[in-house]
């Protein structure tokens, strides 16, 4: 069932269903420039303001019982798989509502915000603050692990008229993407803050403010997930002016943070297209520096550190720790070999992989242990099959994106959703390695957007607690990437050939939601 049921036979059904869908921004001369959230398609009365029957009270009063009964709760439609798009309208009213001087619970506590008062952007928020806000740097949503981060970007995100704009629009996204909203919304929203970013760049046309240049940051990672690649190459470029505009990476402000999201954002893209980073590890663009604090954490330990504690002796089960702990190796001889490498020290290097890949079809595919333990057994699982195609990548010699098939990318996905989003935010850093590996191959399949968002939340996860670990991370992988492209893929890195980073928004338009929960459970139901 939609949110809005037409009521046909009235007048407004009629004017509705010869009004075709537009989208269209207003300007108020006393005020920043604004969309009209206004689109008609078929059923829906106006939601905004109420409907003229002309002086029929009683008509009137009819028709607002109808509307009151027909609303459901955006949050729950997404989840529920209730709802579908079909012809509909949604004709929104930008009419403010005077805020009152007591503030008490979330519907009244949003009319303070700086936004136009309507009824879908109230759903909006709602959905932004209730759920895509909690996973910004927390793999389980829990933000148990990022709470000096949350105190400062939650806040900032919804005081702000141009990162508030910007956050519905992320929610919109979300929505059109579970086929809650038509795509029209969306493009409404995305004008919105347009409007809205232009706005502020023309109060401080010298330097770009905290609020534009975060905006920028966060359009540029929607566009990679819901929008085109033509936006993702816009923000990229726009981004950068900016941060060369402020001073360089370390005057972003924000305590700091702002520049990590920069950084992991560019590493993220970059990582999942198998490209050379635009900002990380270049010129003019000097990293955050902090103290190594969390060294010793398995949380953020990762075989793509190698500066790292062993995983033998953790809580990891022994077999499970082997297979990190070799592969940590490889990958460390890997990463250490020069252009052209000595013979010697590649063929010790082939020799590890080699040797590693036949454990992992013999003595490691299955985890031995005295009681069973589903959980225990498909995380072994998830980092056995990871292994392999890191080591099939090198004695090959060819990018995961090539060698990775869907059968094989099924078989991870779903050993990695039968693990606990918990379990895998105490252990960001395996969940990374295992990411960098499947996330190449996920560009053409249903589950792209959510694998690229995963990657960047675990990066994030990362960066806000151990900076280091990130850094350390992100260069090994892509040397990685760059050995296994081969000679010539490593010529093509160097001179930026093919530098290119893909928006989800042809993935998203065919495929939609693709999950409604994490556990893989009902995968193996309806298959």
Partial sequence: MSALHGLPGTPQHARLNRRPMRAEIKNNPDEAPLVSLSISASTSPTLGERPRLGDDDEQHEVLRQQLARSRKDLISRVFDGRTTVGPRSFTISIARLEVPRSVGGLDTSILCLPMQWNRFNREMIRLHIGLTSRFKASIDGSMRSCQAFNELWAPFCVQDRTMLQVMLYGAACFSYEARSVPKAIVLQYKAAVYCQLQACLEESPGEASVAATMATA???LASWYWGTTEDVRQHRVGLKRMIAS???????????????????NDITMALAHETQPTIFDQPDYDLPEESDRHHGEIRYNTPLAASRPPFAGTDIRPQTARILDNLRAIIKGLCALREPPVAQELDKVLEQTLELYGMLEGPLAVLVVAAPNKTGEAFHECIRRTARLYCRAILARSPTSLLCSREEFSSIWRAMRKVPLGSWDALAGLMIWVLVALVPSSHSQPEARTLRTA??????????????????????AFKFQRWVKGEAGSAAWTSGVGDEVHGGEGGVDEHGLCMKTWTAEEDETTE
């Fill in 218 to 220: 966060q359009m540029l």
């Fill in 455 to 476: 990657l960047n939340v675990a990066m994030m996860a990362t960066a806000v607690n151990d900076w280091n670990a990130v850094v350390e991370a992100a260069r090994s």
């Fill in 246 to 264: 402020r001073g360089g990476l370390g005057s972003l402000g924000l305590m700091g943070y702002l520049a990590k999201m920069v950084t992991v």
